[in-house]
């Protein structure tokens, strides 16, 4: 069964940038695309990017222009940049795959963006 685990959350001040990282339990990035989840709070579970197995990425558009994702298919492991963070990001981050019709999702590593 796959696991995702993701890190790289912590508190921020309104402009800065932080780097989350999901990694899976076993090679499956050369199959599946990957997709990063968040939620607010109080806040419905949304959609943030999403990665192609080939590698090309769609982002939600509170995101455009600031939140880049990547894969290294080598290192099992799939990376958000966000810059120019505001308040309004602040959110536990998940990472999430579906294998075989099931949605796999990590513990998610919270944001806080804050003066």
């Known amino acids: 069964q796959v696991q995702l685990v993701e890190s790289g959350g912590g508190l921020v001040q309104p402009g800065g940038s932080l780097r989350l990282s999901c990694v899976a339990s076993?090679?499956?990035?050369?199959?599946?695309?990957m997709d990063w989840y968040r939620q607010g709070p109080g806040q419905q579970r949304e959609l943030v990017a999403t990665?192609?197995?080939?590698?090309?990425?769609n982002y939600a558009d509170s995101v455009k222009g600031r939140f880049t994702i990547s894969r290294d298919n080598g290192k099992n492991t799939v990376y958000l940049q966000m810059n120019n963070l505001t308040p309004e990001d602040t959110a536990v981050y998940y990472c999430?795959?579906?294998?075989?019709?099931?949605?796999?999702w990590g513990k998610g590593t919270l944001v806080t963006v804050s003066a």
């Open positions: 999430h795959v579906r294998v075989s019709a099931i949605d796999v």
């Open positions: 990665i192609a197995p080939g590698g090309s990425s």
């Open positions: 076993r090679a499956i990035f050369s199959f599946y695309g």
